[in-house]
């Protein structure tokens, strides 16, 4: 891909053909979007939204567990290290 410019336009070509062209412009810390890339990113953000908004509740609730479950699991007992315990708190 290559890019080429003169004073008026800006080209991009991929093996020789053409494949976009814009009107150079020369202001400074301007950023210009295509009106086309404004509407479709609005729709997105508005189908984002609406799936965010309408999603169902799982079927199954998450199970919950308390922690001294894995330190059980792990073999580490915190009543043989009183430096862990004095560090948690």
């Not at 494949?19 to 189908?47: E, G, K, S």
């Not at 567990?65 to 430096?83: N, S, V």
């Amino acid at each position: 891909m290559d890019i080429t410019a003169d004073l008026d336009t800006v080209w991009v070509t991929n093996d020789g053909v053409i494949i976009a062209t814009n009107v150079r412009v020369w202001a400074r810390h301007l950023v210009l979007t295509d009106p086309a890339h404004v509407a479709r990113a609005a729709v997105m953000r508005r189908d984002f939204r609406t799936q965010r908004v309408h999603r169902p509740e799982p079927e199954e609730a998450v199970q919950v567990r308390d922690l001294a479950a894995y330190d059980e699991i792990f073999g580490i007992d915190l009543g043989q290290h009183p430096a862990l315990l004095e560090a948690a708190s």
